[in-house]
């Protein structure tokens, strides 16, 4: 067991400090001491990082700290720890470890004993959650579904019964995919699309899966999807479309459609007669 009092030890410290994901005005004074006070800044792109430190005139040196070095930058942001230097990591936008970088580094410092500390500051996540119109509480963040088709199609089967509202973050260019995905996955939900959160372009475009789809042409920016969570009601029309997929995935593997059905009966802990009853009645 560790514990961590923040402010009651000469510890170094790895700070975790949000950054604006738009309206540089949403800095908050404490991040920028913070930037001002440690001993080395670890950027997630340091071209990006030094327009906003030059914004508020933070002077701090900056090293890198990304994807593609996380595990060596890591162990040399931990020495400069056990040097008794103060660190701060920070994202390209929004919070550090947040479907950015940053995990690595702070579970090394843990285990050496040092201080994680959280700056807080902006999350495009909660801000397109609290404006979505959907339930706060509970709620899943998923982050960027995989790139590979059949990888999202598992993910979001994954996250299909869940009664809690669903957070997505997407890039532009698979957003049409990814609503089709959730459409044929989730059913015709209601959602939300949140777009360049807190710049002058923000846009909020909510309604159901089917009607964002006939609207939507092309879209830019950063985004964020918050998907309405399953409905009990949804449950039989789910489990009709599930049974109805497995069974011809097994007729189209050989197997004759009696067979298909008491397999999927087994599968699903059904009667051979509900399977039968649910299948023909979809056919």
Same mark, same amino acid.
């Given at each position: ?177 990814? %609503?089709?995905?959730? =459409? /044929? #996955?989730? $059913?015709?939900?209601? +959602?939300? !699309? ?18 964002? %789809?006939?609207?939507? =042409? /092309? #879209?830019? $920016?950063?985004?964020? +999807?918050? !998907? ?56």
């Amino acid at each position: 067991m560790k514990i961590q009092k923040s402010f009651m030890n000469e510890l170094p410290t790895l700070y975790l400090v949000a950054t604006p994901i738009g309206n540089l005005d949403e800095f908050t004074p404490r991040a920028i001491e913070i930037l001002n006070e440690v001993d080395v800044i670890a950027a997630e792109d340091t071209r990006t990082s030094l327009k906003l430190l030059q914004h508020f005139k933070i002077t701090t040196h900056v090293i890198s700290h990304h994807n593609f070095n996380e595990r060596q930058s890591s162990k040399g942001i931990v020495n400069l720890l056990k040097q008794g230097k103060h660190v701060a990591i920070i994202s390209d936008a929004g919070y550090p470890l947040i479907s950015d970088p940053g995990l690595n580094v702070v579970s090394l410092a843990i285990q050496e004993g040092f201080n994680v500390v959280p700056i807080s500051g902006s999350n495009a996540a909660l801000n397109a959650l609290v404006a979505s119109g959907l339930p706060c509480q509970p709620y899943l963040f998923w982050g960027f579904l995989s790139s590979s088709m059949n990888e999202a199609i598992k993910e979001l089967k994954q996250v299909q019964m869940y009664p809690c509202t669903l957070l997505f973050y997407e890039a532009p260019h698979r957003l049409v995919r990814t %609503l089709k995905l959730i =459409q /044929e #996955v989730l $059913g015709d939900r209601y +959602l939300c !699309v949140a777009r360049e959160l807190t710049k002058k372009h923000e846009e909020f475009i909510r309604g159901t899966v089917s009607e964002l %789809l006939s609207h939507l =042409q /092309e #879209v830019k $920016g950063e985004l964020v +999807l918050v !998907v309405e969570g399953h409905r009990k009601e949804d449950e039989k029309d789910i489990l009709l479309k599930d049974v109805h997929i497995k069974v011809e995935e097994y007729i189209a593997l050989g197997m004759s459609p009696s067979i298909a059905i008491k397999t999927v009966a087994k599968d699903f802990g059904l009667s051979k007669n509900e399977v039968y009853q649910r299948y023909f009645n979809r056919s």
